[in-house]
Each structure stands twice: as structure tokens, then as C-alpha cells.
């Protein structure tokens, strides 16, 4: 019998070279950023970095599935399921599905949250070509800003590009490629700080501005995306809730 099963991983894949996998099919074997199924800490899948233009990489038959990109993460916040840099990158058949790019949130006070790029792909340059593929509940994600200290809450981050964004280069989405259910959302703003205590008729600091959600399927920042006999369906993009004023409590009915 053939491979079949799910492949846990504890560490991004890196890809630097002419490389092609052609896998039984995405309904067959996954390559999950998860470990494993009792302890569920995740990683990015695959970061494709390849520096000729010449180079290319060929995927096929697989699926990827529960990656995570994350401030930890090589690049950052960026690619959940596959970061891809320069060369060619061909996809066939293959599912990603349910792979995140979340942003930090703010650690410094009223500071601004991390953004999150591509919950499925971030494309930072190169040709990248799908077929036959299918993107599922990918998410883009931003930190949450930071609480205030002296005035108004720090501003969410961004989540731009639930299934794919495109910084630089081009993507070829085609041949009944589908996207379905892919989300950006921003990160909500940071708390205002509390002026007035326990005393009453303070006015509290502001909360901080929810970061930007856009492009819940694709987000297109420079280069180019071509579709061809594809199809994009139920993609959501939300901005992040604005972060909580903090006035100073009332009391005896006032």
C-alpha cells in the first residue's frame, strides 16, 4: 500500500532547491502543522525560499493542513499553511486548509498590534501557479493592541489576506482552483487608561482603533493575480473591535 495517513510536524519544512512531490492525493495524505494529535503546538508547514528565478518546485496530490505563522515563525507573522520566496512554484491537487497567520499581540504599552499575512500562502516574490486546489477556512489574523497607560489604547493589527497575499509577484489561480470560507480579521484596539479610579465624573482614556481585516480571500499589495476558470465563495474580511474605554467607576446612583 501506498503512503496514506497525516505527517505531524514539530518544525517547518524548508524548501531551497529544484524539488518535486507528488503525493497520493489531497484526500489521501496531509502534512499537518500541528505535532500531534494530544499535544496540538503548530508551525508554519512549508517556507519555500529559492534564489533563481529559474528554480522551480512542484507539489501535488497532498494536503496542508493546520499551519501557524506566528511572530515566532521565520518570517513572522507571515504564511500560515506556505511562504513562498522567489523561483516557481507549481501546486496541483493540493488542499489548504485551516492554516492561520496570527499576529502578536502588543506587549508595550499602547502599542500597536502585529500584523497577520496570508493565512494560507504569502507569496513575498516568484511565480506561483495552482491547480485544481482548494483553500479552506484559512485565516489572517491581527494582534491585539496594548492597553494604555497615560491616554488612549494602542491601535489592533491588521489580518490581511485570509487565503493568499501577494506582496510582491504573481499567482496563476486556475483550472477550477476554489476558495471557500477564507477570513481577515483585524485585531481589536487596547483598553484606554483609567484616569479617575474609584472617583466619579472622570472621564477614561480612549480606546485604541481596531486594526484593518481586508482581503478575506486575496490580498493584493504589489505584483499580480490572474484567474482562470476558478471560483472564490464565502470569504469574510472584519475590522477589529475598538478597544474599551476606561472611566472611573460610579457610585450611590450617580
Do not use: W
Not at 497520493?24 to 525560499?49: C, F, K, W, Y
Not at 522551480?56 to 513572522?76: E, R
Not at 508595550?108 to 501557479?129: E, F, K, M, P, R
Not at 475598538?242 to 460610579?250: E, F, L, P, T
Amino acid at each position: 500500500a501506498g503512503l496514506s495517513g497525516t505527517i505531524y510536524l514539530n518544525t517547518t519544512l524548508s524548501i531551497t532547491d529544484y524539488l518535486t512531490i507528488n503525493g497520493p492525493g489531497s484526500g489521501v495524505i496531509t502534512i499537518s502543522g500541528a505535532q500531534n494529535n494530544s499535544h496540538p503546538t503548530r508551525v508554519e508547514v512549508l517556507d519555500v525560499e529559492l534564489a533563481s528565478s529559474s528554480k522551480v518546485v512542484t507539489i501535488s496530490g497532498l494536503t496542508i493542513l493546520n499551519g501557524l505563522a506566528t511572530s515566532a515563525s521565520t518570517h513572522g507573522a507571515e504564511g500560515g499553511g506556505i511562504y513562498i520566496n522567489g523561483g516557481q512554484v507549481n501546486l496541483t491537487n493540493v488542499c489548504i486548509k485551516s492554516c492561520t497567520a496570527q499576529g502578536v499581540a502588543a506587549t508595550a504599552t499602547a502599542g500597536t498590534g502585529g500584523n497577520g499575512l496570508g493565512g494560507g500562502i504569502y507569496v513575498a516574490s516568484g511565480t506561483v501557479t495552482l491547480a485544481t486546489c482548494a483553500l479552506k477556512t484559512d485565516s489572517a489574523r491581527g494582534g491585539q493592541g496594548g492597553a494604555a497607560s497615560s491616554s488612549t489604547g494602542g491601535t489592533g493589527g491588521n489580518g490581511q489576506g485570509g487565503g493568499i497575499y501577494v506582496a510582491t509577484g504573481t499567482v496563476n489561480f486556475n483550472s477550477s482552483s476554489t476558495m471557500t470560507s477564507d477570513s481577515a480579521v483585524g485585531g481589536a484596539g487596547g483598553t484606554g487608561v483609567n484616569r479617575g479610579g474609584s472617583s466619579s465624573g472622570t472621564n477614561g482614556g480612549t480606546g485604541g482603533t481596531g486594526g484593518n481585516g481586508q482581503g478575506g480571500g486575496f490580498y493584493l499589495a504589489a505584483g499580480m493575480v490572474k484567474l482562470n476558470t476558478s471560483s472564490i465563495s464565502a470569504t469574510t474580511a472584519t475590522g477589529g473591535l475598538g478597544g474599551g474605554g476606561n472611566g472611573a467607576n460610579r457610585s450611590n446612583g450617580s
